[in-house]
């Protein structure tokens, strides 16, 4: 994809310090409701916001959401607002960040790396990058 198909990847601590600034920012998460429960969630409480759960694709289907773009439209933000689109590893939120640019929001992120990051050697996540290994709040409920 070309950079205009979206605002570009971010890493997570980016991300934050984005959120952190910007009172119209928003992280919104695409995960599934199993990955927000067992996995755990971003916790923007110290910046006294919350981020928006929306999933990208259906659990346990995993086809994608077709209400998708009415859900972030029906959230409250506005089209000039920053975004930041998560999801596991970064490849859900990508697709949503071109799919919402395309929805006419022109500040629209890839969360890089996303929640989890990438396999280690092992094949495990969570241990090489994201936002959980960047040390950055997060919360398992």
């Not at 570009?8 to 310090?17: C, N, Q, R, V, Y």
Request: hydrophobic share 35%.
């Amino acid at each position: 994809m070309t950079s205009s198909d979206y605002a570009g990847d971010l890493s997570p601590k980016e991300t934050w310090e984005l959120l952190s600034s910007d009172p119209k920012a928003r992280l919104v998460d695409v995960r599934t409701m199993p990955e927000w429960a067992f996995v755990g969630v971003p916790d923007l409480k110290s910046l006294d916001k919350q981020p928006y759960f929306i999933s990208w694709q259906l659990f346990p289907n995993m086809q994608q959401n077709p209400e998708f773009a009415d859900q972030v439209r029906s959230s409250g933000v506005e089209t000039g607002d920053p975004l930041f689109f998560i999801c596991r590893s970064g490849g859900r939120s990508r697709m949503a960040a071109i799919a919402m640019t395309g929805q006419g929001y022109i500040r629209c992120y890839n969360v890089a790396f996303g929640f989890e990051g990438d396999h280690d050697a092992g094949g495990h996540r969570g241990k090489e990058s994201g936002w959980k290994v960047d040390g950055l709040p997060w919360v398992q409920e």
